[in-house]
């Protein structure tokens, strides 16, 4: 719903309590210009905040306008200026607005109702509305972004048992009527009445040349702003707070310097201290100086993306230099609105801090920025506000608080990007779609057979087959259109990535479902997994240096080193805009070398992750740095690569171990490396355990390297022993069901499991020695049973691997041994180490033990009696025990803490299907069902009878779950083979070829910068 009416001035005198977030200036100037419309109109404001008064009083002078200084939510609170520390945002929100809340509730509703409020307003305080509901006035929220969606990634990501946060937040959200939003929004599923408005930004005051004047600045100076936000690592808001100092003035003394800013150019830094020392080329703003006016004035900003820099840049086409920031989930919306309308510049965070700016300014300058919206969003929300509280109801139908919250958390969990789910979305909005730009559905039913005359048309296949791949033939007709979105900064550094005279190779990996075994993988279980239909495809070119066309940026780094030509890798993640990752990544290849020798693997560590926003590129660069050091390979060449994967992350699909084969199979083609399949999963194994710092097991590499289609990969895991490839019955089915629920073998769940399974390894151990030292003291007879278990106990108390326990001497001998959970210092007191090279213990933390522990003990029995099973007479019976199989397995899972509410419905809904007369009408059709993988979320396994009934009760499912969430689950079905099946294709552009004309970008108009 639009509202085109601006606010007017009003007879009646109504009061407006305003609420507004802990979490920065932003939120608070965007609230001063709306409190500003309603007291023009007539109306008193009490304005209830954390920030510091003079955001307000400077933007309003009114005796209608109220102060009242109370923090009720704290925002996220950063590690520094650019990073976000996720754990302690949970917490601190947990010690602000959790622990007190009763206290807080009583205190609000009481004081609404002292100022007799005729609205509550919130931007976008959660138990705001709480307060509102309980003291019987409504209320309305105005933001781009609430703070469900927000902790909903720190959740899985550094705090689960955090999780009843988000919970409370979204069904205190759920309370609200409805929701104003503002443009650069995020997706917000508790509210379900949306009314959209345009930007709210503050108005000039002078006109552009007036600031110039008043500058003392002629029109031929380039001016940039210097534009880092106005909060601190501990989120209080002080008006004495020096953000440029806590940019840049680092313990390690890193400063401005005049060689940062091209000639003929000005720096205007906001928020330098007094004692702050600037170059010639930069100068201090006043505290005085009003923001919005010397934006205006500006070519261009330099700074981290918020809602009001945003705005502003994009309303007084200021174009805006912009370095990522970590984990502000809002921060993608807010970015791809800007690059739509051509008003960003992303500029690589290293090169922020060596000076490297150049480039990306005169990148700024030459934009066009185009957005013609409105900018009137404070009027605009002024007068709906006003209205509502005249009585007027915006909402479309009034339903209570928990039938509105409809499961938010799911929508919330998994971040959801998908369009079109509930309301118009604009174009800024829409999520990358396929490498073509089009969805399958919008295809012409001859598209298959036309990509491939193109393909053929268009590149000379000197080695390697497609093998009838669609999205194999996809991708490769993609290489020719990459010029086709010229908006999106991921097509343009693509399009100059390639020299189409010189050769290409190209690789496949698909991702893969964890039928059986799941993470009992790092216990030495055997595994059945299946490669699935989607994967990964990666284009790899190798160059002289004198050949290779650089990036801006990167040849800037490289004339500043002396100008010589050096080896580079240049990389492109194609399809990553609306997420966290840079598109773009690039590094000398000189960087892996320090001081003559090879980076250690801990230092590539803190390499990549020195910047998380491109952190991703360890699963590819990572692929060279093991190469190097395991095989002693040597890269003199520069590489570009192209990285496209239909594998959705966060799913339990194994999307990192599909870039890590694919990747290392690409440089390995490149480079005449004849690496067996299993060689390299294993090689990939390290790129995730010791440079990306994930401590997965080797299953999902091994099933991408070495799965063949339509079948079971049968390994034992001690460490990677494929012992066959098992046929799936053609009566039996297996599918995946998407929870939506992101997932992350990196998050604190499948770590603490991990570790409390190491610990239970090493009690069991420990009790093993134990029982043999106190049978060797007492002596032996010569009965034979106690040789017998004096054999067995020399072997448990050296275990490799938990899964060689069986199962019947687990519970004999250990089980009544193993605690429930154990702190970390106490099992460090006792035990000294856990013996798990990828993890690490934190001594104040507890450890659940028993469960993870016997889990992979039964989880192995289980597998091996599953692929027993496979190979048996086909029957019910036969279908009834793999699912009753997949069944213990799921609740296993959950009893060690890696279980999620959204698995756990999909898995109940397989059983209601299964258990409905039609099911049983039909001689059973689906059978069973299973988180898979890490755990904590992503896809849920389902097998059953193969038939057309079993796929319209997968449809009916996914149905019934859209229906019950709000979110249409992806369904996995098909297979394809491993990268090893593949191997690759060397592919050559054809010299006048249908797609010469199109392909003819330079190498300027195709930098991403």
Same mark, same amino acid.
């Not at 069986?806 to 004999?812: D, G, L, Q, Y």
């Not at 899972?893 to 809904?909: E, I, K, M």
């Not at 006048?992 to 970008?1001: E, L, T």
């Given at each position: 719903?639009?509202?085109?009416?601006?606010?007017?001035?009003?007879?009646?005198?109504?009061?407006?309590?305003?609420?507004?977030?802990?979490?920065?200036?932003?939120?608070?100037?965007?609230?001063?210009?709306?409190?500003?419309?309603?007291?023009?109109?007539?109306?008193?404001?009490?304005?209830?905040?954390?920030?510091?008064?003079?955001?307000?009083?400077?933007?309003?002078?009114?005796?209608?306008?109220?102060?009242?200084?109370?923090?009720?939510?704290?925002?996220?609170?950063?590690?520094?200026?650019?990073?976000?520390?996720?754990?302690?945002?949970?917490?601190?929100?947990?010690?602000?607005?959790?622990?007190?809340?009763?206290?807080?509730?009583?205190?609000?509703?009481?004081?609404?109702?002292?100022?007799?409020?005729?609205?509550?307003?919130?931007?976008?305080?959660?138990?705001?509305?709480?307060?509102?509901?309980?003291?019987?006035?409504?209320?309305?929220?105005?933001?781009?972004?609430?703070?469900?969606?927000?902790?909903?990634?720190?959740?899985?990501?550094?705090?689960?048992?955090?999780?009843?946060?988000?919970?409370?937040?979204?069904?205190?959200?759920?309370?609200?009527?409805?929701?104003?939003?503002?443009? =650069?929004?995020?997706?917000?599923?508790?509210?379900?009445?949306?009314?959209?408005?345009?930007?709210?930004?503050?108005?000039?005051?002078?006109?552009?040349?007036?600031?110039?004047?008043?500058?003392?600045?002629?029109?031929?100076?380039?001016?940039?702003?210097?534009?880092?936000?106005?909060?601190?690592?501990?989120?209080?808001?002080?008006?004495?707070?020096?953000?440029?100092?806590?940019?840049?003035?680092?313990?390690?003394?890193?400063?401005?310097?005049?060689?940062?800013?091209?000639?003929?150019?000005?720096?205007?830094? &906001?928020? #330098?201290?007094?004692?702050?020392?600037?170059?010639?080329?930069?100068?201090?703003?006043?505290?005085?100086?009003?923001?919005?006016?010397?934006?205006?004035?500006?070519?261009?900003?330099?700074?981290?993306?918020?809602?009001?820099? *945003?705005?502003?840049?994009?309303?007084?086409?200021?174009?805006?230099?912009?370095?990522?920031?970590?984990?502000?989930?809002?921060?993608?919306?807010?970015?791809?609105?800007?690059?739509?309308?051509?008003?960003?510049?992303?500029?690589?965070?290293?090169?922020?801090?060596?000076?490297?700016?150049?480039?990306?300014?005169?990148?700024?300058?030459?934009?066009?920025?185009?957005?013609?919206?409105?900018?009137?969003?404070?009027?605009? #929300?002024?007068?709906?506000?006003?209205?509502? *509280?005249?009585?007027?109801?915006?909402?479309?139908?009034?339903?209570?608080? *928990?039938?509105?919250?409809?499961?938010?958390?799911?929508?919330?969990?998994?971040?959801?990007?998908?369009?079109?789910?509930?309301?118009?979305?604009?174009?800024?909005?829409?999520?990358?779609?396929?490498?073509?730009?089009? /969805?399958?559905?919008?295809?012409?039913?001859?598209?298959?057979?036309?990509?491939?005359?193109?393909?053929?048309?268009?590149?000379?296949?000197?080695?390697?087959?497609?093998?009838?791949?669609?999205?194999?033939?996809?991708?490769?007709?993609?290489?020719?259109?990459?010029?086709?979105?010229?908006?999106? /900064?991921?097509?343009?550094?693509?399009?100059?990535?390639?020299?189409?005279?010189?050769?290409?190779?190209?690789?496949?990996?698909?991702?893969?479902?964890?039928?059986?075994?799941?993470?009992?993988?790092?216990?030495?279980?055997?595994?059945?997994?299946?490669?699935?239909?989607?994967?990964?495809?990666?284009?790899?070119?190798?160059?002289?240096?004198?050949?290779?066309?650089?990036?801006?940026? *990167?040849?800037?780094?490289?004339?500043?080193?002396?100008?010589?030509?050096?080896?580079?890798?240049?990389?492109?993640?194609?399809?990553?805009?609306?997420?966290? /990752?840079?598109?773009?990544?690039?590094?000398?290849?000189?960087?892996?070398?320090?001081?003559?020798?090879?980076?250690?693997?801990?230092?590539?560590?803190?390499?990549?992750?020195?910047?998380?926003?491109?952190?991703?590129?360890?699963?590819?660069? =990572?692929?060279?740095?093991?190469?190097?050091?395991?095989?002693?390979?040597?890269?003199?060449?520069?590489?570009?690569?192209?990285?496209?994967?239909?594998?959705?992350?966060?799913?339990?699909?194994?999307?990192?171990?599909?870039?890590?084969?694919?990747?290392?199979?690409?440089?390995?083609?490149?480079?005449?490396?004849?690496?067996?399949?299993?060689?390299?999963?294993?090689?990939?194994?390290?790129?995730?355990?010791?440079?990306?710092?994930?401590?997965?097991?080797?299953?999902?590499?091994?099933?991408?390297?070495?799965?063949?289609?339509?079948?079971?990969?049968?390994?034992?895991?001690?460490?990677?022993?494929?012992?066959?490839?098992?046929?799936?019955?053609?009566?039996?089915?297996?599918?995946?069901?998407?929870?939506?629920?992101?997932?992350?073998?990196?998050?604190?769940?499948?770590?603490?499991?991990?570790?409390?399974?190491?610990?239970?390894?090493?009690?069991?151990?420990?009790?093993?020695?134990?029982?043999?030292?106190?049978?060797?003291?007492?002596?032996?007879?010569?009965?034979?049973?106690?040789?017998?278990?004096?054999?067995?106990?020399?072997?448990?108390?050296?275990?490799?691997?938990?899964?060689?326990?069986?199962?019947?001497?687990?519970? #004999?001998?250990?089980?009544?041994?193993?605690?429930?959970?154990?702190?970390?210092?106490?099992?460090?007191?006792?035990?000294?180490?856990?013996?798990?090279?990828?993890?690490?213990?934190?001594?104040?933390?507890?450890?659940?033990?028993?469960?993870?522990?016997?889990?992979?003990?039964?989880?192995?029995?289980?597998?091996?009696?599953?692929?027993?099973?496979?190979?048996?007479?086909?029957?019910?019976?036969?279908?009834?025990?793999?699912?009753?199989?997949?069944?213990?397995?799921?609740?296993?899972?959950?009893?060690?803490?890696?279980?999620?509410?959204?698995?756990? /419905?999909?898995?109940?809904?397989?059983?209601?299907?299964?258990?409905? #007369?039609?099911?049983?009408?039909?001689?059973?059709?689906?059978?069973?069902?299973?988180?898979?993988?890490?755990?904590?979320?992503?896809?849920? &396994?389902?097998?059953?009878?193969?038939?057309?009934?079993?796929?319209?009760?997968?449809?009916?499912?996914?149905?019934?779950?859209?229906?019950?969430? =709000?979110?249409?689950?992806?369904?996995?079905?098909?297979?394809?083979?491993?990268? =090893?099946?593949?191997?690759?294709?060397?592919?050559?552009?054809?010299?006048?070829?249908?797609?010469?004309?199109?392909?003819?970008?330079?190498?300027?108009?195709?930098?991403?910068?």
């Amino acid at each position: 719903m639009r509202i085109e009416e601006a606010v007017s001035a009003s007879s009646k005198h109504l009061v407006f309590a305003y609420y507004v977030t802990g979490h920065g200036f932003g939120h608070a100037t965007r609230v001063a210009e709306v409190v500003r419309q309603l007291i023009l109109a007539g109306h008193d404001v009490h304005v209830v905040t954390g920030a510091p008064a003079f955001v307000f009083t400077s933007a309003v002078d009114s005796p209608r306008l109220f102060i009242r200084k109370v923090l009720l939510d704290c925002g996220a609170v950063q590690a520094d200026a650019l990073t976000v520390d996720r754990l302690a945002s949970l917490e601190k929100y947990s010690e602000t607005a959790v622990k007190p809340r009763a206290e807080i509730l009583a205190q609000e509703t009481e004081w609404l109702n002292s100022i007799k409020a005729d609205l509550v307003v919130s931007d976008v305080v959660p138990v705001a509305c709480r307060a509102a509901a309980d003291a019987g006035i409504r209320s309305v929220c105005v933001t781009n972004f609430s703070w469900d969606f927000i902790y909903a990634e720190y959740v899985m990501a550094a705090g689960i048992h955090h999780r009843s946060i988000v919970w409370q937040i979204a069904e205190d959200y759920s309370h609200c009527e409805f929701l104003i939003r503002l443009p =650069g929004y995020c997706p917000m599923p508790a509210f379900r009445d949306v009314i959209d408005v345009p930007l709210v930004v503050r108005r000039l005051h002078k006109s552009p040349k007036e600031v110039r004047e008043d500058l003392g600045v002629a029109d031929d100076v380039k001016l940039v702003i210097l534009n880092f936000g106005g909060q601190n690592h501990a989120h209080h808001l002080t008006s004495d707070f020096c953000l440029y100092d806590f940019v840049f003035l680092q313990p390690g003394g890193w400063q401005l310097k005049e060689e940062f800013l091209p000639p003929g150019w000005l720096g205007l830094v &906001c928020g #330098a201290s007094e004692s702050t020392n600037l170059p010639p080329n930069f100068r201090k703003l006043d505290k005085e100086a009003y923001t919005p006016d010397i934006i205006a004035a500006c070519d261009c900003m330099l700074g981290k993306i918020g809602y009001g820099t *945003a705005s502003e840049a994009l309303a007084y086409k200021c174009p805006f230099v912009f370095v990522r920031r970590d984990y502000f989930n809002e921060e993608p919306f807010l970015r791809n609105m800007l690059e739509f309308y051509q008003c960003g510049v992303e500029m690589i965070r290293r090169d922020l801090l060596t000076g490297h700016w150049r480039p990306y300014l005169e990148r700024a300058v030459s934009l066009n920025p185009c957005y013609e919206g409105g900018i009137n969003g404070a009027e605009m #929300a002024a007068h709906i506000l006003q209205e509502t *509280a005249f009585g007027k109801n915006y909402a479309s139908d009034k339903l209570s608080g *928990a039938r509105r919250l409809r499961d938010a958390i799911i929508l919330g969990y998994q971040l959801q990007r998908a369009t079109g789910r509930d309301v118009a979305i604009p174009e800024w909005y829409v999520n990358a779609e396929s490498q073509l730009g089009r /969805r399958p559905s919008d295809r012409p039913a001859d598209f298959e057979s036309a990509l491939v005359e193109s393909v053929i048309d268009d590149f000379e296949i000197l080695h390697g087959n497609v093998q009838g791949f669609p999205d194999t033939v996809a991708f490769l007709h993609s290489l020719t259109e990459l010029h086709a979105n010229p908006k999106r /900064r991921e097509s343009r550094a693509a399009a100059s990535l390639f020299n189409w005279e010189e050769e290409i190779y190209v690789t496949r990996a698909p991702g893969r479902l964890d039928v059986m075994g799941g993470i009992a993988d790092y216990s030495g279980s055997l595994v059945l997994q299946m490669p699935i239909k989607e994967a990964c495809h990666v284009a790899l070119q190798r160059l002289h240096p004198s050949r290779h066309k650089l990036w801006k940026h *990167a040849a800037a780094r490289q004339n500043d080193k002396g100008g010589e030509a050096t080896a580079v890798l240049q990389i492109v993640s194609y399809g990553s805009e609306l997420g966290y /990752r840079s598109p773009t990544f690039d590094m000398d290849l000189s960087d892996f070398m320090e001081d003559g020798k090879l980076m250690s693997y801990e230092r590539a560590r803190k390499y990549f992750a020195q910047d998380p926003s491109q952190k991703w590129a360890a699963y590819v660069a =990572g692929a060279i740095l093991v190469l190097m050091t395991e095989m002693g390979v040597r890269f003199n060449d520069s590489i570009t690569m192209m990285i496209s994967s239909a594998v959705p992350e966060g799913k339990g699909v194994s999307s990192s171990a599909s870039v890590e084969v694919a990747s290392m199979s690409a440089i390995a083609a490149a480079h005449g490396l004849n690496i067996d399949p299993r060689d390299l999963a294993i090689l990939c194994q390290k790129v995730e355990n010791h440079i990306v710092g994930a401590p997965c097991g080797v299953m999902d590499q091994m099933t991408s390297a070495c799965g063949e289609a339509n079948k079971l990969l049968a390994m034992i895991c001690q460490p990677a022993e494929i012992v066959g490839l098992v046929e799936i019955p053609n009566h039996i089915r297996v599918w995946g069901i998407d929870s939506g629920i992101r997932h992350s073998i990196g998050g604190a769940d499948y770590g603490s499991v991990r570790i409390g399974t190491f610990m239970g390894l090493k009690m069991i151990k420990s009790k093993a020695s134990d029982e043999l030292s106190d049978m060797q003291t007492n002596g032996l007879n010569n009965d034979e049973v106690e040789q017998d278990d004096l054999e067995l106990l020399k072997q448990e108390a050296s275990l490799d691997y938990l899964c060689n326990l069986p199962p019947h001497r687990f519970e #004999a001998l250990y089980a009544k041994q193993i605690p429930n959970s154990i702190i970390g210092q106490s099992f460090l007191d006792t035990y000294k180490n856990h013996n798990d090279p990828v993890t690490t213990i934190d001594d104040k933390r507890t450890y659940g033990v028993r469960f993870p522990t016997m889990h992979p003990i039964y989880e192995n029995f289980r597998v091996k009696t599953f692929k027993s099973l496979l190979t048996s007479t086909a029957s019910t019976d036969q279908l009834t025990a793999l699912g009753e199989l997949l069944y213990q397995c799921h609740y296993s899972y959950s009893a060690c803490g890696l279980g999620s509410d959204a698995t756990d /419905r999909l898995v109940h809904l397989v059983q209601e299907v299964q258990h409905s #007369a039609a099911s049983k009408a039909e001689d059973t059709t689906l059978c069973g069902a299973k988180i898979t993988g890490g755990g904590s979320g992503g896809t849920v &396994c389902v097998i059953g009878r193969n038939c057309l009934k079993s796929g319209e009760q997968i449809i009916e499912i996914q149905q019934r779950y859209k229906k019950q969430t =709000g979110y249409l689950p992806f369904i996995f079905e098909g297979s394809s083979p491993g990268s =090893g099946k593949f191997g690759y294709l060397k592919i050559r552009h054809r010299t006048g070829s249908r797609s010469d004309v199109r392909m003819g970008y330079t190498s300027d108009e195709g930098s991403p910068i």
